[in-house]
């Protein structure tokens, strides 16, 4: 784990509010020159905090979507059986997040669909065709609340 200072914290804020900032603007917003200001960039990519640089897109404003979140209950909790779901799920587009979870079941996935007859054809034709999948419940999102890719620094 990389030691983050103060300054290093209130960097990785100011390049999630909007990553598209000037090194010059962030160094005004730091009081720092723009020499340390870049270097610290660059040692926080290199050390994977920063992974990469994205746009956020509003899916309504690009295409009608409907959003699920499945909780996936697998046969097996073997090692073996928990890697070769989470490979699989991993090439499946309509997953755009997968988590192992503990209690009640194994994996939490969020899932975006044109409509209910697409999120069909996944559940039954991709999801359930899995080895190991034992049980899919499926929660349909009415409305988003919030949506955030911010990670708070405490």
Known sequence: MIKIDPTDKRLIELLQADAKQSIKEISTALR???????DRIKRL???????KYVAVVDPKKI???IVVFCSVSLESQRLKDITSFSRAIEKIPEVIEC?????????????MVEDLEAYHRFSSGKLAALPNVS????????????????????
């Open 135 to 154: 049980q899919i419940k499926s929660t349909f999102v009415l409305d988003v609340i919030k949506r955030s890719t911010v990670i708070p620094m405490y």
């Open 99 to 111: 988590y192992l979870m503990g209690g009640a079941n194994d994996f939490l996935l969020k899932v």
């Open 45 to 51: 990519e290199r050390a994977g905090v920063i992974q």
């Open 32 to 38: 720092l020159t723009k020499t340390p200001v870049y």
């Open 63 to 65: 295409t009608h979507t």
